[in-house]
């Protein structure tokens, strides 16, 4: 492993940590877990929530994302 190697490595976490930063900062104005789709039951003190169509919504994304990046 060379210097270019261990650079090229901190840019890309650099880059993921960036863009999860960005995320966690608009995650509040974001739908996120409120789709319609998502399912909350239950009532009163005991309550299970479902988020089926934002894991939908997520995995989209990251498989994009991934295959965007993994093809060269």
């Known amino acids: 492993m ?5 650079g090229r490595f901190l840019v890309v976490a650099g880059t993921i ?6 995320f ?8 996120l877990g409120k789709l319609p789709g998502d399912l909350q039951l239950g009532s009163g003190r005991f309550k299970v ?3 089926v169509a934002t894991s939908i919504l997520i995995s989209i994304v990251l498989t994009l994302v991934i295959n ?5």
């Open 24 to 31: 966690f900062m608009l995650s509040d104005k974001l739908p």
């Open 49 to 51: 929530y479902i988020p």
């Open 2 to 6: 060379n210097w270019i190697d261990v």
């Open 68 to 72: 965007f990046f993994s093809r060269r």
């Open 17 to 22: 940590i960036l863009v999860l930063g960005l």
